[in-house]
């Protein structure tokens, strides 16, 4: 019993120290291109390396090595995303959002995507504290002195698990009033998403195809308008 315990403490030791792959990978910066933060959960993720391969050249793209969830999350881990590269190093642009995981339903003893009709359930971050968090966190981010770019929280389709359609819209309002009030620059994919979705993002399901992220990863680069 102690060998196994053993044996999977080590193991445990070794996937957490294994290098990150994929989006989840580090880069090196080169030297003289600008450096891009995308900061976002699992919609951002599906992006980032098409979003990076698309401006090879022209900008270090980078993205936290997590799934930055929901504004919570973004309060307790926003000052190590901050610093990745070092914290000598300056941020360019921060293309961010956070959304999908506030308005998801939670169950009583935190299970996640739970029945929004149940009446133990409720939202992981409610629109009032949404609010509150986001604007904390456009503050932290505005002391980067990086061109801030929000992008909205793109659509949640009918039938999917946990989530309730048009509460990314509930939620794009607060958040497009904020940051008119505090001159935050909106990327409205939300429209552009929600307009080609039979094209784009899985059927009942908040995510989006192979071929869907790509076309999310063109409209970031539009926005992001680096030469």
Same mark, same amino acid.
């Given at each position: 019993m102690i060998r196994f315990l053993v044996a999977s403490l080590v193991l445990i030791q070794l996937v957490a120290a294994a290098p990150k792959k994929g989006p989840f990978k580090q880069i090196e910066d080169v030297d003289g291109l600008p450096r891009v933060l995308l900061i976002g959960d699992s919609i951002s993720i599906g992006y980032t390396l098409q979003v990076r391969e698309l401006l090879k050249g022209k900008a270090n793209v980078h993205r936290p090595p997590v799934n930055c969830a929901a504004t919570i999350h973004g309060l307790k881990g926003l000052d190590e995303w901050l610093a990745i590269g070092g914290k000598d190093k300056k941020w360019d642009v921060i293309h961010f959002n956070w959304g999908l995981h506030d308005l998801k339903y939670m169950g009583p003893n935190g299970e996640n995507l739970a029945?929004?009709?149940?009446?133990?359930?409720?939202?992981?971050?409610?629109? #009032?504290?949404?609010? &509150?968090?986001?604007? !904390?966190? $456009? /503050?932290? =981010?505005?002391?980067?002195?990086?061109?801030?770019?929000?992008?909205?929280?793109?659509?949640?389709?009918?039938?999917?698990?946990?989530?309730?359609?048009?509460?990314?819209?509930?939620?794009?309002?607060?958040?497009?009033?904020?940051?008119?009030?505090?001159?935050?620059?909106?990327?409205?994919?939300?429209?552009?998403?929600?307009?080609?979705?039979?094209?784009?993002?899985?059927?009942?399901?908040?995510?989006?195809?192979? #071929?869907?992220?790509? &076309?999310?990863?063109? !409209?970031? $680069? /539009?926005? =992001?308008?680096?030469?």
């Open positions: 029945d929004p009709k149940a009446g133990t359930s409720k939202q992981q971050v409610g629109p #009032e504290a949404y609010e &509150k968090n986001l604007r !904390e966190l $456009v /503050k932290r =981010l505005r002391k980067t002195g990086a061109r801030l770019i929000w992008r909205n929280t793109t659509p949640v389709p009918e039938g999917a698990r946990g989530r309730v359609p048009g509460h990314a819209a509930e939620y794009n309002e607060i958040a497009a009033r904020m940051m008119k009030e505090m001159k935050v620059e909106i990327h409205d994919l939300y429209s552009f998403a929600k307009k080609n979705a039979a094209k784009i993002q899985r059927k009942a399901d908040v995510h989006y195809t192979r #071929e869907g992220s790509m &076309k999310l990863a063109e !409209e970031v $680069v /539009k926005v =992001l308008a680096i030469k």
